[in-house]
């Protein structure tokens, strides 16, 4: 469905992002992976999910709190494929503590990679997107987007401001082939949520079955994780005929979090 087509997914090189990147080179899309890390082993990976297709695989290390990485990271994407067609903002950080307790300099970390990251990409991506009358913009927020949890006001803050730069953007592009709409996820056991699930492990004595059922229990209902296999195939949806009319939508995969 997507040969022919590129994909620039930002932290892409583990969890929920490199998921997306390999269900995307499933149907056939050239990746630009980003992110820190391992390189070669997601490389890998996503050049396996895409082998019945011949897709390219490409890496760019752009600091997402860069505004000048970012440029010279888009400028790249169009020497190497021309333009990018899908553009999946994922890069994220977190930070815990309360509002008062929080460093300003993890404030504005947490903004920086969550949210203007986004607006940089998008605003880079959209002439080419439009010229081309075809593309997609997919923001990964998080039910966190949608709802709040204590201790967390930078990604909340951040995530809630993705889903309103999700509806202007689709608002903004409404006429033309190009559409924008975001993926909220609830608990995903990426290395992240790993280290929650440890944190509570080692503050309350528990096993890490435990303590990952004490995680889930406290916001959850369905008692499992979304898998980054799950959250591909939504993105991938969101590239396919039957999304072209799918525009600005904060869509939440979160095992019932939000409905609560």
């Known amino acids: 469905m997507l040969k022919g087509k590129t994909a620039l997914v930002t932290g892409s090189t583990s969890g929920i992002g490199l998921g997306i990147a390999k269900s995307?080179?499933?149907?056939?899309a050239n990746i630009v992976?980003?992110?820190?890390g391992d390189v070669q082993g997601p490389r890998a990976e996503v050049l396996a999910a895409g082998q019945a297709w011949g897709v390219q695989v490409a890496y760019h290390g752009a600091d997402m709190?860069?505004?000048?990485?970012i440029e010279d990271m888009m400028t790249y994407c169009a020497d190497q494929f021309g333009r990018v067609d899908i553009l999946v903002n994922n890069a994220g950080i977190?930070?815990?503590a309360s509002v008062e307790d929080f460093p300003v300099d993890r404030w504005d970390a947490v903004i920086a990679v969550n949210l203007t990251s986004a607006f940089h990409t998008s605003r880079?991506?959209?002439?080419?997107?439009?010229a081309a009358q075809w593309g997609r913009i997919i923001n990964v927020a998080s039910v966190h987007g949608l709802v709040a949890s204590a201790h967390k006001s930078a990604y909340v803050a951040a995530k809630h401001g993705l889903v309103g730069l999700t509806k202007v953007t689709a608002l903004?592009?409404?006429t033309t082939g190009v559409t924008c709409n975001a993926i909220c996820p609830g608990w995903?056991?990426?290395p992240l949520v790993q280290k929650q699930v440890d944190a509570k492990a080692a503050e309350f004595g528990l096993s890490n079955e435990d303590a990952t059922k004490l995680l889930l229990g406290?916001?959850?209902p369905s008692m499992q994780f979304t898998t980054p296999a799950e959250l591909g195939e939504l993105a991938v949806f969101f590239c396919s005929p039957a999304a072209n009319n799918v525009r600005g939508v904060a869509w939440n995969m979160d095992g019932g979090w939000a409905a609560q």
């Open 218 to 220: 406290e916001k959850e």
């Open 33 to 36: 992976l980003n992110g820190f």
């Open 24 to 28: 995307l080179a499933s149907q056939g």
């Open 188 to 190: 995903v056991l990426t």
């Open 65 to 69: 709190s860069s505004a000048a990485d």
């Open 124 to 130: 880079l991506a959209l002439p080419a997107m439009k």
């Open 94 to 96: 977190q930070h815990v």
């Open 172 to 174: 903004e592009t409404a």
